[in-house]
């Protein structure tokens, strides 16, 4: 999970730990590409503005891993372009603020589709 935001690590990470997910936070974008490099995630959540590298260039760095991780990108700042960026990235999508029925929606989605090309979490 990757936010500049505590409160919504923390929220995240709350809905998540319960359905047995360990989960891994960064505040910014260069500790993520780190992180993931580190840890290899099943899943990557990221916020698409972040502190140094944007969320965007997170992304791109876990689909190209081998195999590709899966990402949620997460953003309050919905446009057309962030919705654009997210197809061509091939990842899921889900504009803040989101409920925490469509967070844990778009997780189980994504994970089920697995790093194959997830299905839009909220729009694509």
């Not at 990221?46 to 190209?64: I, M």
């Not at 989101?98 to 189980?108: G, I, K, M, Q, Y």
Request: glycine share 8%; net charge negative.
């Amino acid at each position: 999970m990757v936010d500049d935001e505590p409160d919504l690590l923390g929220n995240c990470e709350r809905l998540l730990r319960p359905l047995g997910h360990v989960c891994l936070s960064a505040g910014g974008g260069r500790d993520a590409i780190e992180l993931i490099d580190r840890a290899e995630p099943d899943l990557v959540v990221t916020d698409l503005r972040l502190p140094g590298t944007d969320g965007l260039s997170v992304a791109r760095h876990a689909r190209a891993r081998v195999p590709p991780i899966p990402v949620i990108l997460i953003t309050a700042y919905d446009s057309p372009w962030a919705r654009r960026a997210a197809r061509e990235a091939d990842i899921a999508y889900l504009p803040k603020p989101f409920t925490n029925a469509a967070f844990l929606d778009a997780v189980r989605r994504v994970l089920a589709e697995g790093a194959s090309g997830p299905t839009p979490a909220a729009a694509r």
